[in-house]
């Protein structure tokens, strides 16, 4: 019998134990649950960089005078998918060549180079795109929360930078306009 009270305390204390390991998502603090959040958001840029399936929907562009503008997300974006890339201006106020007020390069991907600081949770890219219409250099600069830049030059002395969210390809809802 007392084999048995022995066995039965044994076995109630160690799920004590056990539960107290495993914490409950709804009892998280708010850094722990943070933290989880910026640990799945930092596996989800990893993974899109790595798949080569992402586009940086742009919500301002800024020009090489530091003139930055609010611009549509919908047309004004910069697109990855596996070997090919899509960089896209477009305007909600004019016509344009690509039928959205600006223009849309399309092209092969020439040059990959995609660095990782895993400290600050944040990527950078280069590409090298080569268009019908030219060939540009992509600087992107990827971090947490959103917080994602692409920098645009070509042969040409302009500069463009697109800021905005880097989102998965298949989740986008960017419209693409006639290709040069």
């Known amino acids: 019998m007392k084999k048995i009270i022995i066995v039965i305390l044994l076995v109630i204390s160690s799920n004590g ?3 107290q390991g495993a914490k409950n998502p709804s009892t998280l603090t708010r850094k722990e649950k943070k933290k989880l959040e910026l640990d799945k958001e930092y596996q989800m840029n990893k993974s899109m960089l790595d798949n080569r ?7 301002y562009l800024q020009d090489r005078f530091g003139n930055r503008r ?3 997300s919908v047309i004004n974006f910069v697109a990855v998918d596996s070997t090919t890339a899509i960089i896209q201006v477009g305007s909600d106020y004019r016509n344009g ?26 990527f950078y ?10 060939n540009y250099d992509l600087y992107f600069s990827i971090g947490l929360w959103g917080n994602s ?18 989102v998965p390809y298949s989740e986008s809802g960017v419209y693409e306009g ?3």
């Open 178 to 180: 006639r290709s040069l």
């Open 97 to 122: 060549s690509n039928g959205v007020g600006g223009v849309t390069a399309k092209g092969k991907i020439t040059k990959w180079q995609l660095t990782e600081d895993k400290k600050n949770r944040s």
């Open 17 to 19: 134990i056990w539960a």
């Open 149 to 166: 830049t692409v920098r645009l030059s070509g042969l040409s002395a302009g500069q463009l930078t697109f800021e905005g969210n880097l």
């Open 53 to 59: 399936d992402f586009v940086l929907e742009a919500n």
């Open 70 to 72: 609010i611009v549509n």
């Open 125 to 134: 890219l280069t590409i090298n795109v080569l268009t019908s219409i030219g």
